[in-house]
């Protein structure tokens, strides 16, 4: 059973950082593209950030290309998100996703992900 768990999520003021960790059970990790979404209330889940299976590659939502950084740590089969500049909008539960195929280049759909954590509360406040 391949599991992906989150971590690192919590309230945070404007302007501060968090750390995102996601720990994975995937045998083929080093295979696999991954990405960060995020879901607000009343709204639907966006990208937030992929990288592709080599981790040469990244790519951001527009509003967070300047604040956020993806990375993998192949060894421990865990995918980060560096979160700094917080922002009231980046409110939202976050979720890390595995690509469902082999050697991605970190597409942007959802619906391209097999594999989901369970989300991380991420709050910022004024």
């Known amino acids: 059973q391949v599991q992906l768990v989150e971590s690192g999520g919590g309230l945070v003021q404007a302007g501060g950082s968090l750390r995102l960790s996601c720990a994975t059970s995937?045998?083929?990790?080093?295979?696999?593209?991954m990405g960060w979404f995020r879901q607000a209330p009343g709204k639907e889940r966006e990208f937030v950030a992929s990288?592709?299976?080599?981790?040469?590659?990244?790519y951001y939502l527009d509003s967070v290309k300047a604040r956020f950084t993806i990375s993998r740590d192949n060894a421990k089969n865990t995918v980060y998100l560096q979160m700094n500049s917080l922002k009231l909008e980046d409110t939202a539960v976050y979720y890390c996703?595995?690509?469902?195929?082999?050697?991605?280049?970190?597409?942007?759909?959802?619906?391209?992900?097999?594999?989901w954590g369970q989300g991380t509360q991420v709050t910022v406040s004024s």
């Open positions: 996703a595995a690509d469902r195929y082999n050697y991605g280049l970190g597409t942007k759909r959802s619906d391209d992900y097999g594999y």
């Open positions: 990288i592709n299976w080599s981790g040469g590659m990244t």
């Open positions: 995937i045998l083929t990790f080093s295979r696999k593209a």
